[in-house]
Nanobody, 116 residues
């Protein structure tokens, strides 16, 4: 079992920045990939950024490339999402995600609201 707890969401003006954190606990040795998803009202949950734990390979949604950066701190068992040049369309609940060989885990989500 893996537990994920997000933090760092909030209200920010367009053009501003936020950093989301996701603290992982439990059987974290089994995790092979982690990422951030987001979901806004009336829309499907979508991938924002993803990182492979072995090697650190990353990928991003086209809509956030060049503005968001995913990273991890292995010593703190924490995943980050640095978000810059935020736009109102980035407004959503952001979810941390982790996967091992058999299961997918989700955090409870953190709200990010970008005002115009």
């Amino acid at each position: 079992q893996v537990q994920l707890v997000e933090s760092g969401g909030g209200l920010v003006q367009s053009g501003g920045s936020l950093r989301l954190s996701c603290a992982a606990s439990g059987s974290i040795f089994s995790i092979n990939a982690m990422g951030w998803y987001r979901q806004s009202p009336g829309k499907q949950r979508e991938l924002v950024a993803h990182i492979i734990m072995n090697g650190g390979s990353t990928n991003y949604a086209d809509s956030v490339k060049g503005r968001f950066t995913i990273s991890r701190n292995n010593a703190k068992n924490t995943l980050y999402l640095q978000m810059s040049s935020l736009k109102p369309e980035d407004t959503a609940v952001y979810y941390c995600h982790a996967g091992d060989a058999v299961r997918i885990y989700w955090g409870q989500g953190t709200q990010v609201t970008v005002s115009s």
